[in-house]
């Protein structure tokens, strides 16, 4: 119990729902995806939302108590339903979401506990898709403000259907450290912001110089990903794996290079690691797989070679 308890507080702030698959359904919400990751890492990794008060939440409440996932700022809702989602694929590589609207997680409420538990967390990952009604956003950027100086803000971009403005993508990127995108987010808010259109490497180093980032995150796919941080450029290729379904594979990106840079790894070691952590995640079926021996045992390799 001690030892839970002295590691690190990772928070993933925004959206926790049931991913529907035309087979069954699993549990997923981006931010969620990132506290069920970094507690398999080596942190401790807290989701902050809230579900309905019904049995769909019940479930998810349950799943997290049984993976060891604290539910102690997972608020219940008595008026919203459990969020859902519709996942559908052309391609095993390019899921489609259709999230459906007027559920618990677009009213988080921000209160003492919130606040108390923010100034204790050394990681924060919130995205775009949770800011879509005014009520979480508000209590997304009041968490954020809550936080610790030294608390690493994760902005996990994430663009869902029309569920974005630039007002919400230039707030986030203010209150950022660290960003993830992907290359067609790249393209997307290139074009929102209006950014000229050159390489990745160029816009990572334009959007960091802008908003005064530590690192920003471009991933590839099964390409890899490109760290723009301390003034150099790493790209980092990717390990081949075959493709279960990807969702999940950019959160579980996200969480591993947390979790290394929370133990001081180099940019490049906590991305190769991170390559590794996304393509396993997208092997497997669903964005919650548990895998925590799988992790330690590619951590272990890694920081052996
Ligand atoms: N087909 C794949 N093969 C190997 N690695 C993959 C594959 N798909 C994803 N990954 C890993 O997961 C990371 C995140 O995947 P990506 O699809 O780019 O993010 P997102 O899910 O946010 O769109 C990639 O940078 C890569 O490290
Ligand atoms: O919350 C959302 O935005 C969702 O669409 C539900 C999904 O569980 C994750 O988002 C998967 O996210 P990726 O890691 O980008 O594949």
Avoid at 71 to 86: A, C, K, M
Avoid at 156 to 174: A, F, G, M
Avoid at 220 to 228: N, Q
Avoid at 282 to 294: I, R, T
Wanted: charged share 20%.
């Amino acid at each position: 119990m001690n030892n839970i308890k002295s590691l690190p507080l990772v928070i993933g702030l925004g959206e926790l729902l049931w991913d529907c698959f035309e087979d069954e359904r699993r549990p997923g919400g981006a931010p969620a995806n990132v506290a069920f990751q970094a507690n398999q890492l080596g942190c401790q990794g807290t989701v902050v939302t809230r579900v309905g008060q019904d049995a769909l939440g019940k479930e998810l409440l349950e799943f997290l108590k049984q993976q060891g996932l604290s539910v102690d700022h997972v608020q219940i809702d008595e008026s919203f339903p459990t969020g859902t989602v519709t996942v559908q694929y052309s391609d095993a590589n390019d899921p489609q979401y259709t999230i459906h609207e007027h559920v618990a997680w677009d009213h988080l409420e921000f209160n003492d506990d919130l606040s108390a538990l923010m100034q204790h967390s050394q990681a924060v990952c919130f995205g775009t898709l949770a800011q879509r009604e005014t009520a979480s956003r508000e209590a997304i950027h009041q968490c954020l403000a809550a936080t610790s100086e030294k608390c690493l803000i994760v902005y996990d971009v994430n663009l869902r259907q029309h569920y974005y403005e630039r007002s919400w993508i230039e707030r986030s990127l203010e209150a950022a450290k660290m960003i993830k995108l992907n290359q067609d987010e790249v393209a997307e808010i290139s074009k929102l912001l209006g950014l000229s259109t050159g390489s990745l490497g160029q816009f990572a180093n334009r959007i960091q110089e802008d908003y005064e980032l530590e690192a920003v995150c471009i991933t590839r796919g099964a390409e890899g990903c490109l760290i723009y941080a301390e003034g150099q450029e790493f790209n980092i290729p990717g390990s081949p794996v075959e493709v279960t379904d990807a969702v999940g594979a950019g959160d579980a990106f996200t969480a591993a290079l947390i979790s290394r840079r929370l133990q001081d790894w180099g940019w490049e070691q906590a991305a190769i690691f991170a390559n590794r952590v996304g393509g396993l995640v997208a092997s497997q079926a669903g964005a919650m797989p548990v895998l925590k021996q799988e992790f330690e045992q590619i951590s272990q390799k890694i920081q052996n070679s």
